[in-house]
T-cell receptor, first 112, second 113 residues
Framework: AQSVTQPDIHITVSEGASLELRCNYSYGATPYLFWYVQSPGQGLQLLLK??????LVQGIKGFEAEFKRSQSSFNLRKPSVHWSDAAEYFCAVGARDNDMRFGAGTRLTVKP | KAGVTQTPRYLIKTRGQQVTLSCSPI?????VSWYQQTPGQGLQFLFE???????NKGNFPGRFSGRQFSNSRSEMNVSTLELGDSALYLCATKTVAGEGTQYFGPGTRLLVL
């Protein structure tokens, strides 16, 4: 069965510092992997996705993620965090014909 | 291209009532999925509709139901509301033919008193 684990419930970083949010997945085949961001009271916005090819994917807002099959991970990174990045981040695994499974989310706080 | 639209955005109901939420997908998207999001349980999959047929279903009681119309618009219904049904209900749509990227609407915030 497919599942996603985000080990960090809450992360605090200083503005301008680098960021890495962890995501581990369990899936029987090559997964489709996604990162979404959610601001308070809002829906989810797609940051980036991976389904084949280059294992380093670039997304919107300066985010990138690296797929590591050997570690079953798909960690999200940003070299320099902005105050507007404060939000909740969700990693998800899915496929064309299956429902998507989400991690529990990581809440990011940005210190001035 | 317009995004996913959900109506209403906010709703207050009392226990025992029923509620219907609506989702209009992005043009060309034929798959509509519904999720419930609560602080305690996170994002939980309710069901997916494609071509007016329920294709997948999550682990929710029969009080939660849905349907899809020929124009791909979808509704979900919750009957006999309970306090625990208070949540943000998110709709997500996708083309199905592609890799399965889902695009989410802004959600409907339901409060059950």
């Amino acid at each position: 069965a497919q599942s996603v684990t985000q080990p960090d419930i809450h992360i605090t970083v200083s503005e301008g510092a680098s960021l890495e949010l962890r995501c581990n997945y369990s899936y029987g085949a090559t997964p489709y992997l996604f990162w979404y961001v959610q601001s308070p009271g809002q829906g989810l916005q797609l940051l980036l996705k991976y389904f084949s090819g280059d294992t380093l994917v670039q997304g919107i807002k300066g985010f990138e993620a690296e797929f590591k099959r050997s570690q079953s991970s798909f960690n999200l990174r940003k070299p320099s965090v902005h105050w507007s990045d404060a939000a909740e981040y969700f990693c998800a695994v899915g496929a064309r014909d299956n429902d998507m499974r989400f991690g529990a989310g990581t809440r990011l706080t940005v210190k001035p | 291209k317009a995004g996913v639209t959900q109506t209403p955005r906010y709703l207050i109901k009392t226990r025992g009532q029923q509620v219907t939420l609506s989702c209009s997908p992005i043009s060309g998207h034929r798959s509509v999925s519904w999720y419930q999001q609560t602080p305690g349980q996170g994002l939980q999959f309710l069901f997916e509709y494609f071509s007016e047929t329920q294709r997948n279903k999550g682990n929710f009681p029969g009080r939660f139901s849905g349907r899809q119309f020929s124009n791909s618009r979808s509704e979900m219904n919750v009957s006999t509301l309970e306090l625990g049904d208070s949540a943000l209900y998110l709709c997500a749509t996708k083309t199905v033919a592609g890799e399965g990227t889902q695009y989410f609407g802004p959600g409907t915030r339901l409060l059950v008193l």
